[in-house]
């Protein structure tokens, strides 16, 4: 591996670490959000015990968001210095203007709202966590932008002085079409992760307190709907990338051939893959182009035309790591949602869920978070060459002169710090939602005043 | 509009360094000044509900600065690649503390991170310290703004230097004050009055040592800081609490505009020929993306400004950390 690989594997491990807690933190905002609106129109006290033990696993699970999104602000910079340079432009007042806008608001209104529940009025206090609800969404939308210039570059003009990339409109780049098409697919699937800890926390608790069982099925609604939705924007997302990185979703089906009315391989094996797979005919042409007998182009007319574009070398991703993490995303996810689907069902009308079930649900978080993470490792890595695609190439964004043995430490640091950080926020989550929902019940002689800090 | 942009710059750096510099120093002073699980709280919970915000305004400055001067971003953070790694993994376990303490159980997690919490914010200043020394001392760059060298002397060299731990030291005593200040501020009870006396201790110690420093090397601003150093001192012996701190914060503020500022219109200064330095002009944005910054800065930033004053209004109770008598 040299220092190119190290950089590469660095950026990737602190990235995906970070989405570990970006989509929890989206997801529990806008519940903390719904459930004191719940609270406040029904009266009933189980919505408040709810929003409150929320409001701490988003808490707890912001901070980390906050602290390992601090270092994709200086990413930039520290290993791909060359790429800052170039597009400086464009992703310096991206980011500076998420940071102003979205982050600001939801770390100022996170605090107000946490320890505001006795120092606000009401209407005030619900507002906080509506606004850091939004302040997430926003935050989402201004990152997916920056990342979707990088799929699909926009509102941008290279200057024949300095030879970089100058942005042209501000609403251009936000309204990326690959942007527009990112977001609502990246929300879902943050929506599912967040039903998905509501769900597991609630069926194991579900013994303890039968307040939990609202819980459980609050997280499995949003596990299924979730899944919906990111199935429907998927597949839009789908043809979008289909129309602006056409080698991206051939690298997916590894289809080397144009090919009209192509099948989708749910399974294939053989070294460049498929030599042998299991088809289902147009099922491709359906998904790339919405049309049976549309052509899909493969990777081998694409390569010949992209190297007659930009000059000789190779344009293709790795076919493997592509096909199996876009099946792996798919698969994962649509097993999240049916295992939503299933508690729902053996739930229905009070019913009681079988043993079994409970038994392996407070481990559903792992599968959509993993879907999560597939679908990001397939659409950098099929990115590839490619830093800003069709512009420059990603050996072309490191800081010159940083050397393999320097990222190897920093690498060896982020990995300890980010290990223990992961194994201490998990410990927590299980003791917070172990913690009795009604603190009356618990300790009705000590009353909490104030938040304990 | 470059010059407006590097005073937004600038203005973000001094709101950061003054807003997590206290943050730092009640991080560092909490768990000696509070004596016990329950003292230690309420030290921590002065800055409970601000420490996010506050570090926020780090995700400005560096954002605003790789916004408007994409080069200077590109050559600080590379060029002091690790140490900045450093810092960064120091604040990740520093937030986390934090935020953490509360929510764990019994009082020997809350120790751990208690001492999780003073460490890492110790090592944050020091590293702070040595890298602003090493920004102004001027970082080995070549004409295309890249630091030279080899092994890991290339970028951990520069904050290895005499001038870096002096710089470390200031920075350790400048959260010492700006911590014990604020604690005294914002706290009633045993852990104020200890702050207050450290207060007094610290403003006219170190008093002393910057006028020596100030007239050994003939500069103006260490002089300025031994005034403000004293005198905050002196405020916090007379019960002049918010003035002592705000004494501290116009010291820390005036040295980190000092420090911007140090080379004039040079924002890198290059040890190996001036004539590779890199200068505003070249290292700032287009006029085309200062204009949108300006627009977002100008439709945003009073507003950011104006909720977190908010904030503070709300929090302003002072946190007790007598017991109360049950």
Redesign the interface.
């Known amino acids: 591996m040299d220092v190119l690989d190290w950089t590469r594997l660095q950026f990737a491990v602190v990235t995906i670490y970070h989405y570990f807690f970006v989509p929890l933190s989206i997801s529990l905002a806008a519940t903390a959000a719904g459930l004191q609106i719940a609270w406040l129109r029904t009266k009933k006290e189980q919505y408040l015990h709810l929003t409150k033990l929320v409001g701490?696993l988003l808490?707890?699970t912001?901070?980390?968001g906050?602290?390992?999104?601090?270092?994709q602000?200086?990413q930039?910079?520290?290993?791909w210095?060359?790429f800052?340079?170039f597009y400086?432009?464009v992703?310096?007042?991206t980011?500076?203007?998420?940071?102003?806008?979205a982050?600001?608001?939801e770390?100022?209104?996170?605090?107000?709202w946490?320890?505001?529940w006795d120092?606000?009025p009401r209407a005030i206090h619900t507002a906080c966590i509506v606004i850091v609800a939004v302040g997430t969404l926003l935050s989402a939308f201004i990152i997916l932008a920056a990342n979707s210039f990088m799929q699909n570059p926009v509102a941008y003009a290279l200057?024949p002085v300095t030879g970089r990339a100058?942005?042209?409109s501000?609403t251009e780049l936000m309204l990326n079409k690959v942007n527009l098409a990112a977001f609502p697919h990246t929300i879902s699937g943050a929506v599912m992760v967040g039903g998905a800890l509501l769900l597991a926390v609630g069926v194991w608790r579900l013994a303890a307190d039968p307040a939990y069982g609202i819980l459980a099925r609050l997280g499995a609604w949003l596990t299924l709907a979730g899944g919906a939705a990111t199935a429907l924007t998927g597949d839009h997302l789908g043809k979008v990338i289909t129309e602006v990185q056409p080698m991206k979703m051939a690298a997916a089906e590894a289809l080397y051939e144009t090919t009209a009315g192509a099948p989708f391989a749910v399974f294939a094996t053989g070294k460049p893959l498929p030599e042998f797979a299991l088809e289902i005919p147009w099922l491709l042409s359906i998904l790339a182009k919405g049309n049976p007998n549309a052509t899909v182009q493969g990777i081998d007319d694409l390569q010949a035309q992209y190297a007659a574009e930009f000059g000789p070398g190779s344009y293709v991703p790795m076919i493997p790591v592509a096909f199996w993490t876009f099946r792996l995303m798919i698969g994962i996810g649509m097993l999240a949602a049916f295992l939503g689907a299933l508690y729902l069902w053996r739930t229905r009308k009070g019913r009681q869920a079988p043993r079994w079930l409970t038994r392996w649900l407070p481990l559903i978080p792992l599968l959509p978070t993993a879907a999560n993470t597939f679908g990001w490792i397939f659409t950098e890595t099929a990115r590839q060459p490619w830093i800003a695609f069709g512009i420059s190439k990603v050996a072309d964004g490191i800081?010159?002169?940083?050397?393999s043995?320097?990222v190897i430490?920093?690498l060896a640091?982020?990995t300890v710090?980010?290990g223990v950080?992961a194994v201490?926020?998990l410990?927590?989550v299980r003791?917070?939602a172990r913690q009795p929902l009604s603190p009356s019940a618990a300790s009705a002689e000590k009353p909490e005043l104030?938040?304990?800090? | 509009m470059i010059t407006f942009w590097f005073s937004v710059v600038v203005l973000a750096w001094v709101l950061f360094f003054v807003l997590e510099g206290f943050d730092f120093g009640v991080g560092l002073l909490g768990p000696v000044l509070g004596r016990d699980d329950h003292e230690r709280?309420a030290a921590?919970?002065t800055i409970?509900?601000?420490w996010?915000?506050n570090?926020?305004w780090?995700?400005?400055a560096?954002?605003?600065t790789?916004?408007?001067f994409?080069?200077w971003?590109?050559?600080?953070?590379?060029g002091l690649?690790?140490p900045?790694?450093?810092l960064?993994?120091l604040?990740?376990?520093?937030?986390?503390a934090?935020?953490?303490?509360?929510?764990?159980?019994g009082p020997r997690y809350r120790r751990r991170a208690d001492i999780a919490l003073a460490l890492s914010s110790l090592g944050i200043v020091l590293v702070w310290g040595a890298l602003l020394a090493a920004f102004v001392r001027g970082l080995a760059i070549d004409a295309?703004?890249?630091?030279?060298?080899?092994?890991?002397a290339?970028?951990v060299g520069p904050v290895l230097t005499p001038a870096a731990g002096l710089g470390s030291l200031a920075a350790l005593y400048a959260a010492l004050l700006l911590g014990a200040t604020f604690l005294a501020l914002r706290t009633s009870g045993p852990v104020r009055r200890r702050a207050r006396t450290l207060a007094q201790w610290l403003g006219t110690g170190g008093a002393v040592a910057l006028l020596l420093l100030g007239l050994g090397t003939g500069s103006v601003v260490v002089l300025i800081a031994a005034v403000l150093a004293f005198v905050a001192g002196l405020l916090a012996r007379t019960g002049r609490e918010a003035l002592a701190f705000a004494a501290t914060a116009v010291g820390v503020a005036g040295s980190v505009v000092a420090v911007f500022t140090s080379h004039g219109s040079v924002v890198l200064h290059s040890t190996i020929d001036p004539a590779y330095a890199l200068t505003r002009d070249a290292a700032a944005?287009?006029p085309?993306?200062l204009e949108?910054?300006t627009w977002?800065?100008v439709l945003?930033?009073p507003g950011?400004l104006a909720?977190?004053v908010?904030?503070y209004w709300?929090?302003r109770r002072r946190v007790a950390s007598e017991r109360v008598p049950s």
Request: no cysteine; net charge neutral; glycine share 14%.
């Open positions: 701490k808490i707890v912001f901070a980390v906050v602290v390992t999104g601090l270092v602000e200086f930039f910079g520290l290993g210095s060359a800052a340079r400086g432009d992703f310096g007042p980011l500076a203007i998420e940071g102003m806008l982050f600001f608001l770390a100022t209104f996170l605090a107000l946490y320890f505001g120092r606000l200057d100058r942005l042209t501000f800081s010159p002169g940083l050397t043995s320097e430490v920093s640091g982020f710090i980010y950080i201490v926020w410990r927590l003791h917070l104030a938040p304990v800090y | 709280g921590v919970r409970g509900p601000f996010d915000g570090e926020v780090l995700v400005a560096i954002g605003v790789f916004a408007a994409p080069a971003y590109s050559a600080l953070l590379a690649y690790l900045m790694v450093l960064l993994l604040l990740a376990v520093r937030g986390v934090l935020e953490f303490r509360g929510k764990g159980d295309g703004g890249d630091v030279v060298g080899g092994g890991f290339r970028t944005a287009t085309q993306a949108l910054l977002a800065g945003i930033l950011v909720y977190q908010y904030s709300v929090f």
